[in-house]
C-alpha cells in the first residue's frame, strides 16, 4: 500500500521559512536559534519519541527544539495522537490532549514505487514512461511524509512518574562525559594558534588555548564543531569531493553542517550551549536557504550523518578499551 504522502509544494517553504525566522533573529540576539538557554533549569536534551523513546533526528531535532523554545514546553518527548492513544492503553488510563493545543510538525522520509513503474517476473520495474527496466533501487522516489505530534506538556492525565524528570544539572559529570568521548577521537588536535579550525590537506584539527574560551562548555561546543568538520574528509564520509571548502554558498552549507552538527552533540552530551559558535556566518545561510528550501533539510541530514559516524567511531573506540582493560586486569 501506498503510504499516505504530503506533497504539498510548500512543505520546504515553511519549514525553511521557520529556520530563517530564527535565524534573522540570532543575527540580532547571537543567541541559539534552535537551543532553548539552560538557565530555565533544564539540562540540554535531544527531542525523543515518548513511545519509543528514540530520539528524533536531523531537521525533526530542530523543528521540535524551535515548537519547544516558542511555546515554552519543559518536556522532551513528543508523541503522535495515536501513540498517545497506545501509553493510554498500555497504562489502563485516559489521556487526552489539552483542549485548544496544536500540534507540531515532524518528517519522515518515505520511499515507494510510483504508478508509472510494473514488476517484471525477474524482480525488475519497468518503466512505462521511457521504455527502460530499472532495479528497485532505481525505481524507487524518496519522499517527505509529514506527522504531527504533540508534547507531553501539552497532555492531559498523564502520570508524572511515566518519564523521568530532567535530572538536576551535575557540570563535572557533563564535562568529563564530553571530554571522555573527544579524547577517544583518533582526530589529529593541534592548539598552535588562535584560529579554530579544520585543515582538510593535512586532516587535522586546530584548537585554541582553552585560556582563550569564556566558559569550558565553549571550548567544547567548538571543539564538537570542527570534530564535525573532520568527518567530512575522502577517507571518512567525503564531504568535500564538490569543493566543501572555499567561497561561496559551498563553504557555507559546510559551516552550516558543522554548527548544527555540534548543536546535536551539546544535547547529545548535555553540554549547555546558547550562543552561535559562528554568528558572522548567518549571512550567508540566509541567503543559502534562500536559493533552495531544500537546503536546510540536506544541512542537517548531513549533520546527523557526521554525528552517527563520530557515536559509531566512539561505541568501537570504547569495545577496544574494555578489552584491553580486561586483558590487563586478567
Known amino acids: 500500500m501506498v503510504p499516505e504522502i504530503n506533497t504539498k509544494p510548500n512543505l520546504f517553504d515553511s519549514i525553511t521559512n521557520t529556520i530563517i525566522m530564527q535565524l534573522q533573529a540570532a543575527e540580532k540576539t547571537g543567541r541559539s536559534p534552535w537551543v532553548r538557554p539552560w538557565k530555565t533549569g533544564v539540562m540540554p536534551e535531544l527531542p525523543t519519541n515518548g513511545l519509543s523513546r528514540r530520539p528524533y533526528h536531523g531537521i525533526n531535532t530542530l523543528l521540535l527544539w524551535i515548537a519547544a523554545m516558542a511555546r515554552g514546553y519543559s518536556s522532551h518527548y513528543w508523541v503522535t495522537f ?31 514505487i510510483p504508478k508509472r513503474y510494473r514488476r517484471t517476473a525477474e524482480g525488475m520495474y519497468f518503466d512505462t514512461s521511457t521504455n527502460r527496466t530499472v532495479t528497485k533501487r532505481e525505481a ?9 505530534v504533540f508534547n507531553f506538556d501539552q497532555l492531559e492525565g498523564l502520570p508524572t512518574d511515566y518519564y523521568l524528570p530532567a535530572a538536576e544539572p551535575d557540570f563535572d559529570l557533563v ?50 564543531h570542527e570534530l564535525v568538520h573532520w568527518t567530512g574528509h575522502e577517507s571518512r564520509l567525503d564531504r568535500f569531493k564538490k ?34 559558535q559562528h554568528v558572522e556566518y548567518i549571512g550567508g545561510w540566509l541567503e543559502l536557504l534562500q536559493s533552495d528550501t ?23 573506540v570504547s569495545v577496544v578499551l574494555a578489552d584491553i582493560e580486561e586483558e590487563v586486569a586478567a
Not at 140 to 148: G, L, N, R, S, T
Not at 197 to 205: M, R, S
Not at 249 to 255: N, R, S
Not at 305 to 316: G, M, P, T, Y
Request: net charge negative; with cysteine; glycine share 4%.
Open 294 to 316: 531544500k537546503n536546510v533539510m540536506r544541512a542537517a541530514a548531513k549533520a546527523q550523518k557526521a554525528v552517527d559516524h563520530l557515536l559509531i567511531i566512539d561505541s568501537e
Open 175 to 224: 564535562h568529563a562525559r564530553a571530554w571522555e568521548f573527544i579524547n577517544r577521537m583518533p582526530a589529529t588536535q593541534n592548539h598552535v594558534s588562535e584560529s579554530a579550525h579544520y585543515h582538510p590537506t593535512f586532516d587535522t584539527i586546530n584548537i585554541p588555548p582553552a585560556a582563550l574560551f569564556d566558559s569550558e562548555d565553549e571550548l567544547l561546543a567548538t571543539t564538537f
Open 140 to 148: 524507487e522516489a524518496v519522499v517527505p511524509k509529514v506527522y504531527k
Open 82 to 112: 495515536k501513540q498517545k492513544n497506545t501509553i493510554a492503553s498500555e497504562l489502563g488510563i485516559d489521556i487526552q490532549i489539552r483542549k485548544g493545543e496544536k500540534a507540531s510538525t515532524v518528517v519522515r522520509w518515505v520511499s515507494w
Open 243 to 276: 569543493g566543501g571548502f572555499g567561497p561561496g554558498q559551498e563553504y557555507a552549507f559546510e559551516e552550516l553542517v558543522a554548527e548544527l552538527g555540534a548543536t546535536f552533540l551539546c544535547a547529545q552530551f548535555q553540554v549547555p550551549i546558547e550562543k552561535l
